[in-house]
T-cell receptor
Framework: NAGVMQNPRHLVRRRGQEARLRCSPMKGHSHVYWYRQLPEEGLKFMVY????????ESGMPKERFSAEFPKEGPSILRIQQVVRGDSAAYFC????????????FGQGTRLTVV | GENVEQHPSTLSVQEGDSAVIKCTYSDSASNYFPWYKQELGKGPQLIID?????GEKKDQRIAVTLNKTAKHFSLHITETQPEDSAVYFC???????????FGKGTRLHILP
């Protein structure tokens, strides 16, 4: 059973371009979290989704950032018109969605904006 | 909302000694407390967890304790080894359809 798969592992974008980060949850998992991590810092919550529904997006910047988790296919975190401050590691985790159930993380996508 | 405090931020212990990391949470509705280990360049790895109806859980050299009254929980690593060097994060979840709230992490150094 494959774990949480994120791609690409590394992404370089020029300022003003768009970044698309993909996350395929573990088999049987219906819920996905996205977190952002700056170097030497903790995990900052961005958004929590289940298939075709956003449960909590309180950590997501209001502009330029969006996330989706369609019925078929991976969850996508989209950052439009990237700026240098968007450079970070972005991690997703998946869970079966029941209360108190384990969440497992992917290896992350390291975004560098040049 | 929930707030998780974690201490210390850095911890150095001699190989073979024990390490203890402590966390407190603010929301008494939190009922699930996972611990993650993150090695350099990798994603966080779930190493142990505890639910609010249990006071202690052990898995080989790792144990976690929970005091619901005081709203704090701790990670204990015994007989530390070099491969235990990493950043450890505690977390709390209130329940169904709720996000995971993390502490700021503890960088553990195992000294030879």
């Amino acid at each position: 059973n494959a774990g949480v798969m994120q791609n690409p592992r590394h992404l370089v974008r020029r300022r003003g371009q768009e970044a698309r980060l993909r996350c395929s949850p573990m088999k049987g998992h219906s819920h996905v979290y996205w977190y952002r991590q700056l170097p030497e810092e903790g995990l900052k919550f961005m958004v929590y989704l289940q298939k075709e529904n956003i449960i909590d997006e309180s950590g997501m910047p209001k502009e330029r950032f969006s996330a989706e988790f369609p019925k078929e296919g991976p969850s996508i975190l989209r950052i439009q018109q990237v700026v240098r401050g968007d450079s970070a590691a972005y991690f997703c985790a998946s869970s079966p969605g029941q209360a108190g159930t384990e969440a497992f993380f992917g290896q992350g996508t390291r975004l560098t904006v040049v | 909302g929930e707030n998780v405090e974690q201490h210390p931020s850095t911890l150095s212990v001699q190989e073979g000694d024990s390490a203890v990391i402590k966390c407190t949470y603010s929301d008494s509705a939190s009922n699930y407390f996972p611990w993650y280990k993150q090695e350099l360049g990798k994603g966080p790895q779930l190493i142990i967890d505890i639910r609010s109806n249990v006071g202690e859980k052990k898995d080989q050299r790792i144990a976690v304790t929970l005091n619901k009254t005081a709203k704090h929980f701790s990670l204990h690593i015994t007989e530390t080894q070099p491969e235990d060097s990493a950043v450890y994060f505690c977390a709390a979840i209130r329940g169904r359809d709720d996000k995971i709230i993390f502490g700021k992490g503890t960088r553990l150094h195992i000294l030879p």
